[in-house]
């Protein structure tokens, strides 16, 4: 099923569902957007900080 909000994605998540939520969102495949964010880890930036606030802000779906 194909939302248009961003949710975290609370049945196909490896710790949060952040990254499952974003590629859901975008439509794309969740294991394209976790790599993503891994390789991203080596470059200098606040990923990890910005997936600790995503995950404190963004809402849980609804999906039972």
Same mark, same amino acid.
């Given at each position: 099923? @194909? =939302?248009n909000? /961003?949710a975290?994605n609370?049945s196909?998540?490896v710790? @949060?569902g952040?990254? =499952?939520? *974003?590629?859901?969102?975008?439509g /794309? =495949?969740p294991t !394209?957007?976790?790599a @993503?964010? !891994?390789?991203s *880890?080596?470059? #200098?930036?606040p990923?990890?900080f910005l997936?600790l *606030?995503?995950?404190? /802000?963004? #809402?849980a779906? =609804?999906? *039972?």
């Open positions: 099923m @194909a =939302s909000t /961003l975290r609370s196909n998540k710790i @949060a952040v990254c =499952s939520g *974003i590629a859901r969102r975008l /794309l =495949s !394209v957007v976790r @993503a964010f !891994v390789v *880890i080596v470059l #200098p930036g990923q990890v997936y *606030i995503l995950w404190l /802000l963004l #809402p779906d =609804s999906t *039972i």
